[in-house]
């Protein structure tokens, strides 16, 4: 099995179902104490499609429920185990002094700015939320640095994508689903399949210990991770029981194999033949398929090295690109 949710407390559930040590990944959302079963006033939007029962905490509690949810998210993560946190700025603080009494060591704070702010005549509109990003010592941490763009990838504006990809300011729009059944506060596809890509493997276990719209989940089975979690509203999880049927395990193949992993041959030196073998190669393919991309994609796979080798190597063989 792939999956496997509990409609619990997470506090609860976590001590009674989920061993210390055993997740790679815990991407979550919790209820941000402001009230969250009453958005629709902050949003002034149409309640009609969002699922009754989100469960909120009450603001004097955030700081002990932060406390104990937070050293349950800590005990069950894998040392090199990675956890992004979403939070809002009015609670923040309690999130930041609850990770701090944890051993979780924090990596990046991440500005994710979205689209449909809090509208406001008298200040600025609010327009972003806080990503925390930590890691559990004890082992390597997994960051596929190239998931997504290699080192030579340009972007519109000349720039690397891969650096662009990787700055801490993430502008990435929320989902507009006209008339389709939805969570409060549902996380975009693109946020999470960007931290799942960076922060583990296929068949890593992914967990999130407030499910809501079961995005976490959702993104990390299309991605071919396993998935985990927590719901305590009964409406919310039985209709998103329901919806998981509709989930395709690794439907999200670009993503599903792409890791950091090395190649069979990288930083292994070149013999002289296989400059003189890959100068050849070049041409041919290039010949072929004429764009040096492609060309230079094939002959990553075909000598088993990574971007950088082959550009290098092509420069020392003399080979026309
Ligand atoms: C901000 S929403 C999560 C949204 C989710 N990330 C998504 O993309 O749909 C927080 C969820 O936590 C649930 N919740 C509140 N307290 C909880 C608890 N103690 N244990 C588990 N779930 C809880 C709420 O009912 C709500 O669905």
């Not at 969250?36 to 499609?49: P, Q, T, W």
């Not at 930041?96 to 509109?125: C, D, P, S």
């Not at 030579?152 to 720039?159: A, D, F, Q, R, T």
């Not at 060309?295 to 290098?312: A, P």
């Amino acid at each position: 099995m792939n999956y496997k949710f509990y409609n619990e407390d997470c506090i609860s559930g976590a001590q009674k179902h989920i061993e210390d040590n055993s997740i790679d990944l815990i991407i979550t959302d919790p209820p941000y104490g402001i009230g969250g079963d009453k958005l629709h006033k902050h949003y002034n939007r149409n309640e009609d499609h969002v699922i009754d029962g989100y469960v909120e905490v009450a603001a004097a509690e955030y700081e002990t429920f932060s406390e104990q949810w937070i050293h349950e998210a800590s005990r069950i993560l894998k040392p090199g185990g990675s956890i992004y946190i979403v939070s809002g700025y009015t609670n923040l603080f309690y999130i930041l002094k609850a990770l701090r009494q944890t051993q979780l060591k924090e990596l990046n704070h991440i500005i994710w700015k979205y689209n449909f702010g809090v509208y406001t005549k008298t200040k600025y509109v609010s327009s972003h939320y806080h990503i925390l990003y930590y890691i559990k010592p004890g082992a390597k941490h997994t960051f596929n640095t190239f998931c997504r763009h290699d080192a030579l990838e340009k972007s519109g504006s000349g720039g690397s994508k891969n650096y662009e990809d990787r700055e801490d300011v993430w502008a990435i729009n929320k989902e507009y689903k006209p008339g389709q059944k939805k969570n409060k506060n549902e996380l975009p596809k693109a946020l999470l399949k960007k931290m799942i890509a960076y922060s583990s493997h296929p068949g890593n276990w992914v967990c999130d210990m407030f499910l809501g719209g079961f995005s976490t989940a959702k993104v990390a089975l299309e991605m071919g991770r396993y998935a985990t979690g927590f719901e305590i509203s009964q409406n919310m999880f039985d209709h998103q029981i329901r919806e998981m049927q509709k989930i395709k395990f690794r439907s999200l193949a670009e993503f599903s194999q792409r890791t950091n992993e090395l190649r069979s041959n990288q930083g292994v030196p070149w013999t002289p033949q296989e400059l003189f073998k890959l100068k050849n190669r070049f041409n041919t393919l290039y010949k072929k398929h004429g764009t040096k991309k492609k060309t230079i994609e094939l002959l990553c796979e075909e000598f088993g090295r990574g971007r950088f080798g082959i550009v290098n190597a092509l420069k020392k063989a003399g080979g026309k690109q």
